[in-house]
């Protein structure tokens, strides 16, 4: 083998590195998160393989690689039905199957030639930047240069990303392509004594407990930033948050890192921070998200005391449970054990005439659509025929919605899972499988600007929990609108929660 042929191979190993790098480079502009350096153990200048960070102190998801994508572009051929189908259930979108063979064949474009993909992303199409520029006397009283608002940005839409789903959550619709799960924490275990059960401060005239309730947050967008320099703002007062699950693309630990931990850092000295997983946790096997709960309660942060992935914080007058829905399967609890402690709970918060409020990532029915969904059955002998729940609120649902007690359901209902994905604009007039009492209906920014019409309004909920025993809950989008708020109670003391007083906003 002579000195020629070396050559040809040191020359060969060159570009392969060079287009790894260009490759890296792409997917970073396209919105990946690789893990930091420090985590990585390496130094910041040097650029790891993406299945390299997947193997970095715990594995996760990684991009698809040319190989890979061949292999995902294979089984659509054979299985279109079932990719699109796992593709749906990751977007949470209705998506074609032409849109999804045009996303496959531009992927692979753009993997083959990054340098060009690269280019293409630098210089967008001026024309397409210029349609949908906010007019210059667009202001809302928290708008901050620190958090500029770009609304040509299609990051996370499920078609105009498509391509950055496909590249950042494809991985997951191969065959035995899973990452292996972290290892299950349990209430009973002997390592955690709290049993994940955490005390809650008592109300007393005058100072109710506020608890702010948030969903699929993780995005690092504008409007899941804005959301965050609201509940900053509101310092001491706000004691509890409550993430109800949703980091994006695939829970990495990169997303944990930009899009959770970085903005809500300065919120953790002064409010207990609680967070549930969802289904795009799992992707990266959950480990990622409890390293982040360990990460939380480190550095003699007393308010962090969250251990495990549900968890009951109460006090003599309320119950705040949240339910791990998606450890074992994506919108479902049905293991034996958390069933056994979600009862033990509910039942000792009946026992002292508590008010019971559920809290998960999974919903247990959706607008538009008739019927209760699996969670609902799975919990229809603590929810439904015994009626120890009040009040549950959960996110996965894409709008703002308030559903008051209806046959069947004997609890009010608030779906909350439009905190920082982009969502669609909802329409009223669809079936509500409860009665509805508000739908946020309006568009991401006012009418008036003609901007992103089709762009639903993203916003979270408060709670404020009074020592009588009733909840004040308000609905408020990302940039600080009241959109309507209601006062729940028991009558005379006594029985379920009811609304007594709603308020919407005016649209």
Same mark, same amino acid.
């Given at each position: 083998m002579g000195p020629t042929h070396h050559s040809r191979l040191s020359v060969d190993r060159a570009m392969m590195r060079a287009m790894d790098r260009k490759r890296m480079e792409l997917y970073t502009a396209l919105g990946y998160r690789a893990p930091t350096a420090s985590r990585l153990g390496r130094s910041p200048v040097s650029q790891p393989r993406p299945e390299q960070e997947a193997g970095a102190e715990a594995q996760e998801l990684s991009p698809l690689e040319p190989e890979e994508l061949d292999a995902l572009r294979a089984r659509f051929l054979s299985e279109p039905e079932?990719?699109?189908?796992?593709?749906?259930?990751?977007?949470?979108?209705?998506?074609?199957?032409?849109?999804?063979?045009?996303?496959?064949?531009?992927?692979?474009?753009?993997?083959?030639?990054?340098?060009?993909?690269?280019?293409?992303?630098?210089?967008?199409?001026?024309?397409?930047?210029?349609?949908?520029?906010?007019?210059?006397?667009?202001?809302?009283?928290?708008?901050?240069?620190?958090?500029?608002?770009?609304?040509?940005? #299609?990051?996370?839409? !499920?078609?105009?990303? +498509?391509?950055?789903? /496909? =590249?950042?959550? @494809?991985?997951?619709?191969?065959?035995?392509?899973?990452?292996?799960?972290?290892?299950?924490r349990r209430h009973d275990s002997e390592r955690h004594p709290s049993r994940f059960r955490y005390p809650l401060r008592a109300s007393v005239p005058?100072?109710?407990?506020?608890?702010?309730?948030?969903?699929?947050?993780? #995005?690092?967008?504008? !409007?899941?930033?804005? +959301?965050?320099?609201? /509940? =900053?703002?509101? @310092?001491?007062?706000?004691?509890?948050?409550?993430?109800?699950?949703?980091?994006?693309?695939?829970?990495?630990?990169?997303?944990?890192?930009?899009?959770?931990?970085?903005?809500?850092?300065?919120?953790?000295?002064?409010?207990?921070?609680?967070?549930?997983?969802?289904?795009?946790?799992?992707?990266?096997?959950?480990? !990622?998200?409890?390293?982040?709960?360990?990460?939380?309660?480190?550095?003699?942060?007393?308010?962090?005391?969250?251990?495990?992935?549900?968890?009951?914080?109460?006090?003599?007058?309320?119950?705040?449970?949240?339910?791990?829905?998606?450890?074992?399967?994506?919108?479902?609890?049905?293991?034996?054990?958390?069933?056994?402690w979600l009862d033990t709970v509910l039942a000792e918060g009946r026992q002292r005439g508590a008010v019971n409020i559920l809290l998960s990532h999974g919903a247990p029915y959706r607008y538009g659509v008739k019927g209760a969904s699996p969670l609902l059955e799975d919990l229809k002998v603590l929810v439904v025929d015994e009626s120890r729940v009040a009040l549950w609120c959960w996110g996965s649902t894409p709008y703002g919605a308030l559903f008051d007690r209806g046959p069947g359901l004997p609890f009010v209902g608030a779906s909350l899972g439009h905190g920082g994905l982009p969502i669609p604009r909802v329409e009223p007039g669809g079936t509500a499988p409860a009665p509805l009492r508000f739908l946020e209906t309006n568009p991401r920014f006012p009418e008036w600007t003609g901007v992103r019409p089709e762009l639903g309004n993203n916003g979270y909920g408060s709670l404020l929990l009074h020592e009588d025993g009733a909840v004040d809950l308000r609905f408020l989008d990302w940039m600080g609108n009241l959109r309507c708020k209601a006062r729940l109670a028991r009558e005379e003391g006594q029985g379920p929660l009811v609304i007594q007083h709603l308020e919407p906003a005016a649209a």
């Amino acid at each position: 083998m002579g000195p020629t042929h070396h050559s040809r191979l040191s020359v060969d190993r060159a570009m392969m590195r060079a287009m790894d790098r260009k490759r890296m480079e792409l997917y970073t502009a396209l919105g990946y998160r690789a893990p930091t350096a420090s985590r990585l153990g390496r130094s910041p200048v040097s650029q790891p393989r993406p299945e390299q960070e997947a193997g970095a102190e715990a594995q996760e998801l990684s991009p698809l690689e040319p190989e890979e994508l061949d292999a995902l572009r294979a089984r659509f051929l054979s299985e279109p039905e079932e990719v699109l189908r796992l593709a749906r259930e990751s977007l949470g979108a209705p998506i074609s199957e032409l849109d999804f063979a045009r996303v496959l064949q531009d992927a692979e474009q753009a993997l083959r030639e990054p340098e060009a993909a690269l280019q293409a992303l630098r210089h967008p199409p001026f024309q397409a930047k210029a349609s949908v520029q906010l007019p210059p006397d667009f202001r809302f009283p928290l708008m901050t240069d620190e958090i500029p608002i770009d609304p040509s940005r #299609t990051k996370f839409e !499920p078609v105009a990303d +498509l391509r950055g789903w /496909l =590249l950042f959550t @494809g991985k997951a619709w191969l065959r035995g392509a899973t990452v292996p799960k972290a290892p299950f924490r349990r209430h009973d275990s002997e390592r955690h004594p709290s049993r994940f059960r955490y005390p809650l401060r008592a109300s007393v005239p005058g100072k109710p407990v506020e608890v702010a309730l948030f969903s699929d947050f993780g #995005t690092g967008e504008y !409007p899941a930033r804005y +959301l965050a320099r609201q /509940l =900053l703002m509101r @310092g001491e007062r706000l004691e509890y948050a409550v993430h109800l699950g949703g980091v994006y693309y695939a829970g990495r630990q990169g997303e944990f890192d930009a899009h959770v931990a970085e903005p809500l850092e300065s919120l953790l000295p002064v409010t207990t921070l609680l967070t549930l997983n969802a289904s795009a946790e799992m992707r990266s096997g959950g480990s !990622p998200y409890f390293r982040y709960l360990d990460e939380r309660r480190g550095a003699a942060r007393t308010r962090q005391v969250q251990e495990g992935s549900y968890f009951c914080v109460a006090s003599e007058r309320f119950q705040l449970i949240g339910l791990d829905t998606a450890s074992f399967e994506p919108g479902r609890h049905r293991d034996a054990e958390l069933l056994g402690w979600l009862d033990t709970v509910l039942a000792e918060g009946r026992q002292r005439g508590a008010v019971n409020i559920l809290l998960s990532h999974g919903a247990p029915y959706r607008y538009g659509v008739k019927g209760a969904s699996p969670l609902l059955e799975d919990l229809k002998v603590l929810v439904v025929d015994e009626s120890r729940v009040a009040l549950w609120c959960w996110g996965s649902t894409p709008y703002g919605a308030l559903f008051d007690r209806g046959p069947g359901l004997p609890f009010v209902g608030a779906s909350l899972g439009h905190g920082g994905l982009p969502i669609p604009r909802v329409e009223p007039g669809g079936t509500a499988p409860a009665p509805l009492r508000f739908l946020e209906t309006n568009p991401r920014f006012p009418e008036w600007t003609g901007v992103r019409p089709e762009l639903g309004n993203n916003g979270y909920g408060s709670l404020l929990l009074h020592e009588d025993g009733a909840v004040d809950l308000r609905f408020l989008d990302w940039m600080g609108n009241l959109r309507c708020k209601a006062r729940l109670a028991r009558e005379e003391g006594q029985g379920p929660l009811v609304i007594q007083h709603l308020e919407p906003a005016a649209a």
